[in-house]
């Protein structure tokens, strides 16, 4: 019953350093995503991925990038942080991009860049 | 410009007194809408899809429904464990979120 499962669940970065945050899914979902969360703001898109082998941008890509490494994990890369990338980043699943079925959402990672 | 409002930003409840959180949107070829609850620390856990207007669903103490231009979830006689944060989503070629409603309820 692990659904969606993101690693690490807090970070802390120097401006500049770099790091990459991962997602596993186990629902066997074509289709993954991610988000981030900022107060007074509400979940924006950073980017998405179809089906394995396809990324698109989403409403916020700049400064990020990602990487479909197969058809569980979906991982996303910060090459060298800002403050302004200080956030909660939820990844996110469903069965297919555009139907209408709800998102499984994992517990999200709290990163903080000084 | 796309837009879902959600509000009140903020309500507090006692325990047992009902009431109505409101998702307003303005979208253009509204496929659906979503409402998650998210708890502190957590992801959002999915609640509900309505699909068009009239509709309406229910899940224990929670009933959404949905008219052409807002969506409501109304929570009858709600309990401590029913406080979170509410988020309304809407879908279109892609799904929009609004900042959702903090919910308390007080024992």
């Known amino acids: 019953n692990a659904g969606v499962t993101q690693t690490p669940k807090f970070q802390v970065l120097k401006t500049g350093q770099s790091m990459t945050l991962q997602c596993a899914q186990d629902?066997?979902?074509?289709?993954m995503y991610w988000y981030r969360q900022d107060p007074g703001m509400g979940l924006r898109l950073i980017y998405y991925?179809?089906?394995?082998?396809?990324?698109d941008k989403g409403e916020v890509p700049n400064g990020y990038n990602v990487s479909r490494l197969n058809k569980r994990e979906f991982s996303l890369r910060l090459e060298s942080a800002a403050p302004s990338q200080t956030s909660v980043y939820f990844c996110?699943?469903?069965?297919?991009?555009?139907?209408?079925?709800?998102?499984?959402f994992g517990s999200g990672t709290r990163l903080t860049v000084v | 410009e796309d837009q879902v409002t959600q509000s009140p930003e903020a309500l507090r409840l006692q325990e047992g007194e009902s009431s109505s959180l409101n998702c307003s949107y303005t979208?253009?070829?509204?496929?659906?809408l979503f409402w998650y609850r998210q708890d502190p620390g957590k992801g959002p856990e999915f609640l509900f899809t309505?699909?068009?207007a009239g509709e309406e669903k229910e899940k224990e103490r929670l009933k959404a429904t949905l008219t052409k231009k807002e969506s409501f979830l109304h929570i009858t006689a709600p309990k401590p464990e029913d406080s979170a944060t509410y988020l309304c989503?809407?879908?279109?070629?892609?799904?929009?979120f609004g900042k959702g409603t903090r919910l308390h309820i007080l024992p």
């Open positions: 996110a699943s469903n069965p297919e991009q555009g139907a209408d079925y709800g998102y499984t």
């Open positions: 629902m066997n979902h074509n289709s």
């Open positions: 991925s179809a089906s394995e082998g396809t990324t």
């Open positions: 979208v253009s070829g509204l496929r659906g």
């Open positions: 309505l699909y068009s």
């Open positions: 989503a809407v879908i279109r070629d892609k799904i929009i």
